[in-house]
């Protein structure tokens, strides 16, 4: 089974760097795909990287990350493009989407201005879990 969570923006604003960092890795640790309202900063995205590096071991491959955020589109009225201007300004890191998802799961996310997709490998999981089942068996019969 997979597992989405989603972490709105009010939750992780009160957060400092390290405890954003912390709940979004033992989120995916667990191999859930996190989805966050917004982005982090630059600071965070790299101190995330970081401590994603120091985390790899047999159980956890690392992360797949993707920010999704919408650009202003430069067509139109001047005033369209204004107010998208001015509500980026307001909403600052709320605006756009961060994927964040175990590598063991998640094999690829394609992005581009309008959309977002991810790849996950579901025949990872179910072959690991028939070869775990057929050398148990194999064990068995063995002993017979």
Do not use: C, W
Request: net charge positive; glycine share 4%.
């Amino acid at each position: 089974m997979i597992s989405l969570e989603f972490i709105p923006h009010y939750k992780l604003s009160g957060l400092d760097a390290e405890e954003k960092i912390k709940l979004i890795l033992k989120s995916v640790k667990q191999n859930r795909i996190v989805l966050i309202q917004g982005r982090l900063n630059r600071e965070e995205e790299a101190e995330l990287i970081k401590q994603t590096m120091k985390s790899i071991n047999d159980n956890f491959t690392g992360i797949e990350p993707a920010i999704f955020y919408p650009e202003i589109k430069k067509e139109g009225s001047i005033l369209t493009y204004l107010r998208e201007k001015l509500i980026n300004l307001f909403l600052a890191d709320r605006q756009g989407l961060t994927l964040i998802g175990p590598a063991s799961i998640v094999k690829e996310i394609r992005q581009d201005p309008d959309k977002l997709q991810l790849y996950i490998d579901l025949e990872l999981k179910k072959s690991k879990s028939k070869k775990s089942k057929s050398s148990n068996l194999s064990k068995k019969s063995k002993r017979k």
